[in-house]
């Protein structure tokens, strides 16, 4: 059964933490993106990827930090220097880069106390 | 500049009753529109897609959407709407970079 998985579901954090987000596709896609949704807001893009070993900032990449060593996984870390972290986080992945169609996550919720 | 607008943020509808959510786009040239849905907490599911083709695009759910570039709009539409359509509906446009660009959304409510 093909698709993308993230966890946890719920990620509660205290202030000045670090705390990494689970991103893993069994797609074979190429591309991955993380992207942060806060209320009444459309999405926006953290960082994306396009391939093992490369990828590159988005929109609003301050205080996040990501790699990818496994063509299947891009964890995202949520450091301490993000000032207003907690919001909806989704990851998504496409077969190439540029290639319209994006498909997502079921989302990691988090909440600094 | 290449924007996407969703007019409404919230539409209310009669189960049974049409639902028509709208969406408009800034382009120079026509792009790859999608509609996504997203229920409460969940991730996005692509509901249909427009690439040139057909300018009437059927989804899933019996929703469709239909392309007119002299409006550069691509609202989408359901003949009747139904209690598990409530959910929030979001216009993306790919305007052939690497990324997407979202509307705000749409939260769709049904009233029994």
């Known amino acids: 059964d093909g698709g993308i998985t993230q966890s946890p579901k719920y990620l509660f954090r205290k202030e000045g933490q670090n705390v990494t987000l689970s991103c893993e596709q069994n797609l074979n896609h190429d591309a991955m993106y993380w992207y942060r949704q806060d209320p009444g807001q459309g999405l926006r893009l953290i960082y994306y990827?396009?391939?093992?070993?490369?990828?590159q900032k988005g929109d609003i990449a301050e205080g996040y930090s990501v790699s990818r060593e496994k063509k299947e996984s891009f964890p995202l870390t949520v450091t301490s220097a993000q000032k207003n972290p907690t919001a909806f986080y989704l990851c998504?992945?496409?077969?190439?880069?540029?290639?319209?169609?994006?498909?997502f996550g079921p989302g990691t919720r988090l909440t600094v106390l | 500049a290449q924007s996407v607008t969703q007019l409404d943020s919230h539409v209310s509808v009669s189960e049974g009753t049409p639902v028509l959510l709208r969406c408009n786009y800034s382009?120079?040239?026509?792009?790859?529109l999608f509609w996504y849905v997203q229920h409460p907490n969940k991730g996005l599911q692509l509901l249909l897609k427009y690439t040139s083709a057909a300018t009437l695009v059927k989804g899933i759910n019996g929703f469709e959407a239909e392309f007119k570039k002299s409006e550069t709009s691509f609202h989408l539409t359901k003949p009747s709407a139904h209690m598990s359509d409530a959910a929030e509906y979001f216009c993306v446009v790919h305007f052939g970079n690497e990324k997407l660009t979202f509307g705000t959304g749409t939260r769709l409510t049904i009233i029994p």
């Open positions: 998504a992945s496409s077969i190439k880069l540029g290639t319209d169609t994006q498909y």
């Open positions: 382009s120079s040239y026509s792009p790859s």
């Open positions: 990827s396009q391939i093992v070993n490369d990828f």
